[in-house]
T-cell receptor, first 113, second 111 residues
Framework: EAQVTQNPRYLITVTGKKLTVTCSQN?????MSWYRQDPGLGLRQIYY???????DKGDVPEGYKVSRKEKRNFPLILESPSPNQTSLYFC????????????FGDGTRLSIL | QKEVEQDPGPLSVPEGAIVSLNCTYS??????FMWYRQYSRKGPELLMY????GNKEDGRFTAQVDKSSKYISLFIRDSQPSDSATYLC???????????FGPGTRLSVLP
């Protein structure tokens, strides 16, 4: 089954404690991205990657890091989380260069206390 | 002005009604247009995907694009309680490199 898998689905943690949210896709997609979704603000792109070792900032990259060492994985790293990063996060992937729509994971709800 | 405008709702309709959801956009570089459905505690799920101006139909769903007016619509016929969700419009430009999403419209279909 074609899917985008995120882990964990839920996480409560404290300010300053580094965390990583993993994302993996099994569709051999070149393009992967991370979004956060907040009430009234919709989906906002954090980072995206067009291929292995190629990443770029989206609209709200501050406080986040990403890496793309393998085609299937695109982890999101919060080096020093703060309460304003409490949000619902989605990973997505698509076949780049063919204008294909993105496929989304089921989300990770992060609460930073 | 935001790149994509969408009425956030909530929109409540009785079962069986025809629902019309709309987005306007300002960037004429947008090339492809999509509608996603998002249930509570789930990721957005692709419903419709279209490029050209005109209508595209899939079952009870019809997507309409008017590039000259920078306006897209999603029509749901014979709406069902299972259609209750948030509907997001989305647009692609720059040959698939950039995506922009509307804020979403929350729809409730009442039995």
């Amino acid at each position: 089954e074609a899917q985008v898998t995120q882990n964990p689905r839920y996480l409560i943690t404290v300010t300053g404690k580094k965390l990583t949210v993993t994302c993996s896709q099994n569709m051999n997609h070149e393009y992967m991205s991370w979004y956060r979704q907040d009430p009234g603000l919709g989906l906002r792109q954090i980072y995206y990657s067009m291929n292995v070792e190629v990443t770029d900032k989206g609209d709200v990259p501050e406080g986040y890091k990403v890496s793309r060492k393998e085609k299937r994985n695109f982890p999101l790293i919060l080096e020093s989380p703060s309460p304003n990063q409490t949000s619902l996060y989605f990973c997505a992937s698509s076949a780049y260069r063919s204008n294909q729509p993105q496929h989304f994971g089921d989300g990770t709800r992060l609460s930073i206390l | 002005q935001k790149e994509v405008e969408q009425d956030p709702g909530p929109l409540s309709v009785p079962e069986g009604a025809i629902v019309s959801l709309n987005c306007t956009y300002s960037n004429s570089a947008f090339q492809y247009f999509m509608w996603y459905r998002q249930y509570s505690r789930k990721g957005p799920e692709l419903l419709m995907y279209t490029y050209s101006s005109g209508n595209k139909e899939d079952g009870r769903f019809t997507a309409q694009v008017d590039k000259s007016s920078k306006y897209i619509s999603l029509f749901i016929r014979d709406s069902q309680p299972s259609d209750s969700a948030t509907y997001l419009c989305a647009m692609i430009y720059n040959y698939g490199q950039n995506f922009v999403f509307g804020p979403g419209t929350r729809l409730s279909v009442l039995p």
